[in-house]
């Protein structure tokens, strides 16, 4: 079926770019999540935290909006693939593979959950990679612009 061939990319790119604007939108338009933000990257050691923290904020919700539409997907995602590995291994990587880090349980028997580890981060990767290494598919600005998986041209 001609019109399902490069279908594939286009729920990676709809979810994971739907991901990073979610995630990031409190970095760039709220000012209490910009200022979690800025804190955060304060005590990971990051220089010029509250410069950088605009830079981060904004690459992940360009970033993902790029994906969404199929913009420059590659390029895209090589970007995001470095932001995710420097937070895994700056914050997360210390809590473990495990997104759900239980730490403990209330009175009432609720869990308690304390900082995720580096899994979630991976799967981003993994989408990433595979959208950096197979193209944008059908359905994107990168396929009407002509651009296809590293190295070839879309096909016509």
């Known amino acids: 079926m001609a019109w399902t061939r490069g279908a594939w ?13 979610f995630h990031s939108f409190p970095k760039l338009f709220s000012t209490e999540g910009h200022a979690n933000f800025v804190g955060t990257l304060s005590g990971l050691g990051i220089p010029a935290p509250a410069a950088t923290s605009w830079i981060f904020g904004l690459v992940e919700f360009v970033g993902g909006f790029m994906l969404l539409i199929g913009a420059f997907v590659t390029i895209v995602s090589l970007v995001l693939i470095v932001d995710l590995l420097l937070f895994a291994v700056l914050m997360h990587g210390q809590y473990g593979f495990n997104f759900m ?4 349980i209330t009175e009432s028997g609720a869990l308690v959950f304390g900082m995720p580890g580096y899994e979630v981060n991976l799967l981003y990767i993994a989408a990433l990679l595979a959208l950096a290494i197979g193209g944008a598919g059908s359905y994107s600005v990168d396929e009407r612009r002509g651009v296809g998986r590293i ?5 016509a």
Request: aromatic share 10%; charged share 10%; proline share 9%.
């Open 9 to 21: 990319a286009l729920p990676l790119r709809l979810i994971f770019g739907f991901g990073m604007m």
């Open 101 to 104: 880090n239980i730490t403990g």
């Open 151 to 155: 190295g070839e041209p879309a096909a």
